[in-house]
């Protein structure tokens, strides 16, 4: 964004004028500004004279009476470049373009599209195909709907590639209250990640809910991300696209492809963005976070008055990888001493209803129980509605015991229904002024802890100067070319990654070769333009000094060139067969041009596929992110010595990851991708068995390496 386009920006999202320029979508979004208590000029904009009723109204551009901060644009779609184009020779600041009819059609839109966008210049434009722009600081409303919402100091903003959405959440019953709703539309000019650098700063803003279907700069929203994360301001992000037909979806409805789902997952997970998958959780989530603050990790206390609610927990908690620690014996100790003979100490803790509304009692409970140290607490109450309020006052009563025992032990703390809708608006709001976050629904609770902790986790390695992650992109030019298996070992061999040994040769010297290796061997045909060798026959494994090896090389350089259509050159490697298996990674390398360098380990070997076993992990990385990432693979059961099997060597493993990445990042200029498959792992060390690199100039590389 340059300069001029953020100081247009600042006038969109700060109007003294508002312009509406169109016909009824306009005239009834001019109005909902005039009654919502904007304090600036509104002008309307129609060939019509009186279009707009009682507010000053004008037919042409040029008869404004000066160039006006904002603009809400509704004018048929072939009209739209032209107006834009005299609003920028007027000198305006920003618009929304709430007309349709661009990018998301395909080819028939994107022509006009690009005429928007030149004629923009630097204007802060949102859209096209936007529903608008509510800011609910100063009331100034560039929106064509009802929304019902009011002004706030501060809040939450939302911002969101779905103007539908925006609406939904608008209206929701779970007490949140946004400082500002910005539709982003198709991102022709300006995106999601724009509205979040500009507002990151914003002290009105207490986090950020997001809509996401594909982001445009992911360096400058990790950057506004961790500029909010050291104010303590939490992003909570929906992303779509996970599907196949979500991704599909995507494309023809915003006219923008919905970036690939698992590095999305990694920089959010990277840089501390709470993920949710529906538009309750975000409202959960957002709810925890900027009411109670965020868990510095997993580990929960939970209380009820059911049974029933703790088997409900213990399941959710589960799904969402959260941690009942249950209490010390001193702590039980302590607890039987208050609680009734029926109930049963533990982490979820049913007190059960004979101490239902005991304040004083309760208090010592979830004191004594709150005492050991846990990351966020959780009580469940489902509130009676206001016209049955006879046992009000014993829930009332049990919150408050919860809420000072929770503040003694500053922790985040929440209470959730077990049913979304028993929680009514009066007791939402209580809770919300003694800074107690409510949440509704057991699962959508536990899964917003999970979620907001992912926050709370990396607010905490910042303040420890852990990780400042922005991805650093490295466009590649050149045409791809893979490096043959030999050159791509050498490659590894330069940069400390171990290979089995081997030699190049010729069949003829083959044989010979294979002796002072030591049988048995591998012995493969070396092709540039034949990178996967199974598929065409030219590996032979386990072959032993009783085997034929000049026979067997002639045979594979014959069917390399059936495969090639010409013939293969004489180049046979001969490498020592790797032992002590332990267990086979994939260990791959992508250049992607918008998340930069992406390391995915996987369970390796023929089978990856099938297993979908992986973890994906952003470069530069520290060893305690690959740790991470192998701790989450099913294979790490093999890793950890499976059934009394031989341990792998993780430290040196992770070391071997490292060296990979160190690589990766100084090939960045000209590496494409990289497969090391399988990448073997024993008792004492990893070894590179196949290596498949493709680079994007091979000059680039020492001339020894080519």
């Known amino acids: 964004m340059t300069p001029a386009r953020r100081a247009n920006l600042r006038r969109l999202l700060a109007p003294r ?6 016909g009824d979508s306009a005239v009834f979004a001019a109005g ?6 904007f304090k600036g000029e509104i002008w309307g904009l ?37 107006v834009i184009k005299e609003l920028r020779e007027k000198g305006a600041g920003g618009i929304v373009c709430y007309s349709a009819g661009f990018g998301e059609l395909g080819d028939d839109g994107v022509h006009l599209e690009q005429e928007l966008i030149d004629a923009c210049g630097d204007m802060a434009l949102a859209g096209p195909n936007v529903f ?51 539709g982003a539309g198709n991102q022709s000019v300006l995106g999601v990640e724009d509205y979040l650098d500009y507002l990151a700063d914003d002290p009105s803003v207490t986090g950020f809910g997001l809509y996401i279907e594909t982001l445009r700069d992911i360096p400058q929203f990790a950057a506004a991300v961790g500029r909010a994360l050291d104010r303590g301001v939490p992003v909570v992000a929906l992303k779509a696209g996970q599907s196949d037909l ?8 915003t006219g923008s492809l919905a970036g690939q789902d698992t590095f999305y997952q990694a920089l959010f ?15 959960e989530t957002l709810q925890l976070l900027t009411t109670a603050g965020s868990p510095k990790g997993k580990r929960l206390a939970a209380f009820t008055c059911s049974g029933g609610d703790v088997a409900m927990l213990a399941d959710c908690a589960d799904r969402e990888g959260l941690i009942f620690d249950p209490p010390d014996e001193a702590t039980q100790r302590t607890l039987r001493q208050w609680l009734p003979e029926i109930a049963t100490v533990g982490n979820p803790l049913d007190y059960t209803t004979p101490l239902w509304g005991h304040e004083k009692t309760l208090e010592k409970v979830f004191a004594t129980a709150l005492a050991p140290g846990y990351d966020a607490a959780l009580l469940v109450q489902d509130y009676p509605p206001p016209e049955l309020g006879e046992d009000r006052p014993y829930y009332q009563a049990d919150a408050r015991a919860f809420m000072r025992a929770t503040a003694k032990a500053s922790i985040p703390a929440a209470i959730c229904s077990g049913l979304p809708e028993n929680l009514d608006i009066e007791t939402q709001q209580t809770l919300i002024g003694q800074g107690v976050a409510p949440l509704q629904g057991i699962g959508e609770a536990t899964a917003a802890i999970r979620a907001a902790a992912v926050f709370g986790e990396a607010q905490h390695k910042r303040k420890q100067g852990g990780d400042h992650f922005i991805p650093s992109c490295h466009p590649v030019e050149g045409k791809p070319q893979f490096l043959d298996e030999w050159q791509g070992k050498q490659l590894l061999l330069a940069h400390e990654i171990a290979v089995p040994p081997g030699r190049l040769c010729t069949s003829h010297d083959a044989a010979e070769a294979a002796r002072q290796i030591g049988f048995p061997v591998a012995l493969k045909l070396v092709n540039p333009e034949l990178p996967h060798k199974s598929d065409h026959g030219i590996v032979r494994l386990g072959l032993c000094d009783s085997d034929d090896i000049g026979a067997i090389s ?41 998340f930069g360098l992406v390391m995915t380990i996987a369970g390796g070997g023929t089978l990856v596929e099938l297993m979908a076993d992986s973890a994906t992990v952003l470069l530069p990385a520290e060893p305690r992110d690959f740790a991470n990432a192998l701790s989450t693979l099913k294979v790490m059961k093999l890793l950890s010595g499976y059934r009394g099997r031989a341990q792998a060597d993780l430290d040196e493993l992770v070391q071997t990851l490292m060296k990979i990445g160190a690589m990766a990042l100084a090939l960045a200029d000209t590496l494409i ?20 690199i493709r680079l994007g100039n091979i000059d680039a590389l020492p001339a020894h390496l080519r």
């Not at 997970?269 to 409202?283: E, K």
């Open 17 to 22: 004028h508002i312009v509406f320029a169109g």
């Open 32 to 37: 909902q500004c005039a009654a919502g208590d």
């Open 46 to 82: 129609n060939p019509q004279p009186g279009r707009f009723g009682a507010i000053p109204s004008y037919t042409s551009v040029a008869e404004l009476p000066e160039a006006p901060d904002a603009v809400f644009l509704a004018v048929p779609r072939q009209g739209v470049p032209s």
């Open 132 to 182: 608008g722009l509510l800011n609910y600081i100063t009331g100034a409303h560039l929106w064509p709907f009802s929304h019902g919402g009011t002004l706030v100091e501060q809040g939450p903003a939302l911002i969101s590639q779905s103007g539908m959405l925006s609406g939904y959440l608008l209206t929701n019953r779970r007490s949140v209250r946004f400082s500002y709703v910005i």
């Open 246 to 253: 979500a991704a599909q979806t995507a494309l023809t409805h």
């Open 269 to 283: 997970d990277r840089i501390g963005v709470a993920r949710v998958s529906t538009p309750s959780l975000m409202l």
């Open 554 to 594: 002639q045979e594979v350089i014959s069917l390399g060139s059936q495969a090639l259509g010409h013939p293969a050159d004489d180049r046979i490697l001969i490498e020592q067969m790797a032992d002590g298996l332990i267990a086979e990674l994939l260990v791959g390398i992508q250049n992607d041009r918008h």
């Open 673 to 692: 991708d990289m497969d090391i498959n399988p990448l073997w792992v024993t008792e004492h060390g990893s070894i590179a068995v196949d290596a498949l």
